[in-house]
């Protein structure tokens, strides 16, 4: 299950307005009535480039015009103009930024009009931090990297980490006229609301941290694992951080920090054809690490070793072998050491005596099972009723639709 519940309310108002001005321009033809401009939709092609303009601009409305004798599926299909995961990226790929995953609804606001009536109005959008939020917000992300502006990289990326597994906490209630809240955005986490705090909102606050750092990050997500968490570069290959998981409730459970793929595998389903790992890959080409950032020097070290431990052995063998002039019988000896997760096998040969030894080395590394008893179902979150009040809900009474976790 890849999608969250998320109320939509379908509201008709009267709202007369002007085009934006401040936004990137929209390659739509425009229309005046009664001293408004309005940007023409005459299908769904054109109602998706006005809902999308919406949301990258972070605008709260688009006025739109619709003439519903032309446009029919407008009116026959009207659950479609209203459901946000047909706009806000969700059927496109599986990483997004802050901007490309905050959206709550999207819908389209207008008159009250008759069979045949020309439709004068707004496509509109609510996020899950508002701009006088998110501008908060975002001062007090700045003042906490401030205190750590001597700090490397990767010391940042532990304390914002850390940081929001020491602060957040998930867990959701329901509201005082029944139902749930929308989800808790970077501002609510910030000031303490859990209302409906889930896996969304813990990527919210990490993606936002990242971007005001700016550090190349992104919100992943699966396919059929109702999941998000993070993706960041560091040193040029990409590392996952899973607060959600990771929370200990006053720490970080370091299993969870800068993961491999020996453990994010655990986080898209056999039968996937597709994951955030490829399309990332095939589009942006990012390489992503194959254990957890610190583990590659580990493995590398005992290489090293045993590698060293096999060249001595070898040596004092063709030492022995030099003592006559007939030439000697390639000699190979091997020795294998397992150190975590990562077999090494290292391999010398020596041609004729006396010459040099020369060596190479093999490194092949394996996928272990889950090795953390608080990892769930190996990083799969299963899918049950009470899984629906975790994975978010609306404000209102209203259409459930679904959005990516």
Not at 219 to 237: M, Q, S
Not at 296 to 317: D, R
């Amino acid at each position: 299950m890849k999608r969250i519940a998320v109320m939509l309310l379908t509201v008709l108002v009267l709202w007369g307005v002007t085009l934006p001005a401040s936004a990137a321009e929209l390659t739509l033809p425009t229309v005046e009535n009664e001293g408004n401009s309005y940007y023409q939709v005459g299908s769904k092609e054109d109602y998706f480039k006005a809902a999308r303009y919406l949301i990258e601009n972070r605008l709260e409305e688009v006025p739109v015009f619709i003439d519903a004798t032309t446009f029919t599926e407008f009116k026959s299909d009207r659950a479609w103009f209203n459901n946000v995961t047909n706009f806000d990226y969700q059927n496109e790929k599986l990483y997004y930024t802050y901007v490309q995953y905050s959206t709550n609804s999207v819908w389209m606001s207008a008159n009250d009009y008759p069979e045949g009536d020309l439709i004068y109005g707004s496509v509109r959008a609510r996020y899950f931090d508002t701009d006088e939020e998110l501008a908060k917000a975002d001062a007090m992300l700045d003042a906490e990297l401030a205190k750590i502006s001597e700090y490397s990289k990767i010391e940042k990326i532990r304390y914002v980490a850390e940081f929001i597994c020491r602060t957040v906490d998930a867990g959701s209630q329901k509201m005082p006229g029944g139902g749930y809240d929308a989800i808790n955005g970077v501002y609510d986490l910030l000031t303490g609301v859990r209302t409906n705090t889930v896996c969304s909102s813990f990527t919210y606050l990490f993606q936002r941290f990242m971007e005001r750092a700016g550090y190349p990050s992104y919100i992943a997500t699966g396919t059929g694992v109702c999941h998000a968490w993070n993706v960041v570069e560091l040193d040029g290959i990409w590392y996952g951080v899973d607060c959600t998981y990771a929370d200990n409730g006053t720490a970080m459970n370091e299993a969870y920090f800068l993961m491999g793929m020996d453990r994010m595998s655990g986080y898209i389903l056999p039968t996937d054809t597709q994951s955030v790992f490829t399309e990332m890959e095939q589009e942006l080409g990012c390489r992503f690490a194959k254990v957890a950032y610190g583990k590659e020097a580990t493995t590398t070290k005992a290489t090293t070793t045993t590698t060293a431990a096999a060249t001595t052995k070898t040596s004092t063998t063709t030492k022995a072998a030099t003592t006559t002039t007939v030439k000697a019988t390639a000699a190979t000896t091997t020795a294998t050491t397992t150190v975590d997760t990562t077999t090494t096998t290292a391999t010398t040969m020596t041609s004729e005596v006396p010459t040099a030894t020369t060596t190479e080395t093999t490194v092949t590394t394996t996928r272990p099972a889950t090795d953390d008893a608080s990892a769930p179902n190996n990083g799969w979150i299963p899918w049950t009723a009470a899984g629906v009040v975790l994975c978010g809900g609306g404000a209102a009474a209203g259409l459930f639709l679904f959005k990516k976790k």
